[in-house]
């Protein structure tokens, strides 16, 4: 009989406890804080890395085609460009020639 009284109030207890609004807070916050870990340092967020030597690209194109991305032409420009907006500028002075 003391064994069942005991259990009796342990769950008496246990259950009022649980309806205490701080330890629901409690647990929701154990609850989200596992979730973020979960989420943000899960195996399918590692970074797909590649060594120095296959990682470097010679133009943008060969980097864009490396990473998956779909390469589109652009239109060609028309043979007669509008005039620019604004004031003319003067040439320079002294250009630097490569």
Known sequence: MDSTMATDRFANSMS????????????????TIAAM???D???????KTQPV????YATTG???RAA????????PK???EPA???PKTSPTVNPVTP
């Open 62 to 64: 060969e980097a864009a």
């Open 37 to 39: 870990l979960i989420v």
């Open 41 to 47: 340092h899960g195996p399918w967020n590692r970074a």
């Open 78 to 80: 028309s043979p007669i």
């Open 84 to 86: 620019r907006p604004g």
């Open 53 to 56: 030597h296959v990682a470097m």
């Open 68 to 75: 998956g991305a779909k390469i589109l032409p652009t239109e």
């Open 16 to 31: 009022s406890a649980l309806r205490h609004p701080g330890v629901i807070a409690l647990i929701v916050a154990a609850v």
